[in-house]
């Protein structure tokens, strides 16, 4: 078991050292768990008790957080990136595979270029004019259509998808189950009402530094391009339809939904199932509340909620009203009874 003293840790982590800097550090856990002998953080205001009733031996915090004589702090802007930084210290990484190189049950066409230090695990099945870069690692079951590049030092888990003419940038992450480059959901109906498919023939562009979470699909464009840009995140179980552009830096949460050719800007938060409606734009810094809906482009910066969406502050007060309604009732039934009285029995 890993040991460390607080000295230490406030050094790796660029921290500030209030308390012991020889108290020992054995392991990591939540405030509610964590042990003498533990580290934990706190971000969240929240969890404020939580921090006061600790047992940890040391706390990863921020500046303004009220500080608690005789305990262990280690300050820093960011106390969930600094506790981030000490977790594989201490908690055993079973992301290693043991098997190395390109393994021999791999299926992979002659035309393939295979940078450096490059891992394929078994069964992979690469097809013609594609080209992996340096470093990149590529687990079992994984499956490559034609003419796809992938960058350097980009994660392919277990049972990913490409499809056909995917650019993959360098350091992208795709989860277990992820599909690349569908085709998009496409039909021309005819005068019966029977749907011809129109097939598809753009790409799917994920640029450096994407994460793309486990079953999550993005499909390819009708003949141009699908494209999230650098360092957008998207989460588990999301579709992304054909012709989306997502911004830089974007959160895309849970079993949220892009209709074809929305776009949005950089730093756009799309809480959990959320939706945005085909054919808009949304600002830059613009955040959607879980189960919101865009069904029109959205020009200002700033947090929405409901279906259709409204500024936060409107969302908040029809929340209010909605739960006021029988309230109102009561008050309009007690109304409209005094008017029937005084119909009847005019003064």
Not at 108 to 115: A, P, R
Request: charge should be neutral.
């Amino acid at each position: 078991m890993s040991k460390r003293t607080l000295k230490e840790l406030s050094q790796l982590t660029g921290s500030e050292l209030i308390g012991n800097p020889d108290y020992l550090i054995h392991g990591v856990d939540e405030l509610e768990s964590a042990t003498p002998d533990e580290i934990s953080f706190f971000s969240n205001i929240k969890y404020r008790e939580l921090l006061k009733k600790t047992s940890a031996g040391a706390v990863c915090v921020d500046h303004k957080t009220p500080l608690i004589e005789g305990r262990n702090y280690l300050i820093s802007d960011n106390p969930s990136l600094a506790f981030q930084k000490l977790v594989p210290l201490f908690v055993h990484n079973a992301d290693v595979s043991g098997f190395s190189g390109i393994h021999p049950t791999a299926v992979i066409h002659s035309s393939v270029q295979i940078g450096n230090n490059v891992q394929i695990g078994p069964l992979v099945v690469i097809d013609r004019d594609c080209i992996i870069g340096d470093g990149t690692r590529i687990a079992p079951n994984v499956s490559i259509n034609p003419e796809v590049t992938i960058g350097q030092n980009s994660i392919i888990y277990s049972n990913v998808t490409i499809r056909e003419g995917s650019k993959i940038g360098s350091g992208v992450i795709l989860q277990s189950g992820s599909v690349i480059g569908g085709c998009g959901f496409g039909y021309i109906t005819d005068e019966r009402g029977k749907h011809k498919k129109v097939k598809h023939f753009g790409i799917v562009v994920l640029e450096d530094d994407v994460e793309i979470g486990s079953n999550t699909t993005i499909d390819r464009a009708r003949f141009k391009e699908t494209r999230i840009k650098k360092g957008s995140k998207i989460d588990n179980l999301v579709m992304i339809a054909h012709n989306v552009t997502i911004g830089e830096d974007n959160l895309i949460i849970a079993q949220t939904g892009v209709a074809g050719s929305a776009k949005t800007g950089k730093r756009v938060i799309l809480a959990a199932q959320a939706g945005l409606v085909g054919h808009i734009e949304v600002a830059d810094g613009v955040i959607l509340m879980a189960r919101g809906a865009f069904s029109k482009s959205i020009t200002e910066s700033g947090a929405y909620g409901g279906a259709p969406a409204l500024p936060i502050k409107e969302y908040h007060e029809q929340i209010i009203h909605a739960k006021r309604l029988s309230r109102y009732a009561a008050r309009l039934a007690a109304l409209e009874k005094k008017i029937e009285l005084a119909v009847v029995s005019p003064c």
